[in-house]
């Protein structure tokens, strides 16, 4: 899947995956949602985002947490 909303650059915030064109994280805005901070006030938060760019962030944490790899305990060992 595209992100075309976030990008990641090693020169802008240390890799760490952005809204394109900004200096705001995706993790930045997970932690505001998880805070209970609504889209629209994330949106006062930072005016020049759309909502669009909440939900690319949403999408993009989904997709990283759908792809990572699952280590499963062996349960027979001793």
């Known amino acids: 899947m595209s992100h ?15 809204i394109r064109g900004t200096r705001i994280t ?3 805005i997970l ?3 998880a805070a209970g901070r609504g889209v629209e006030g994330i949106l006062l938060d930072h ?12 999408a993009f944490a989904a997709e990283e947490i759908a792809n990572e790899d699952i280590v499963l305990a062996d349960t027979d060992a001793s």
């Open 4 to 18: 075309e909303r976030i990008s990641i650059d090693p020169d802008v915030m240390f890799g760490k995956p952005v």
């Open 31 to 33: 932690r505001k949602l």
């Open 47 to 58: 005016p020049h985002l759309e909502s669009k760019d909440v939900y690319a962030a949403i």
């Open 26 to 28: 995706v993790e930045r």
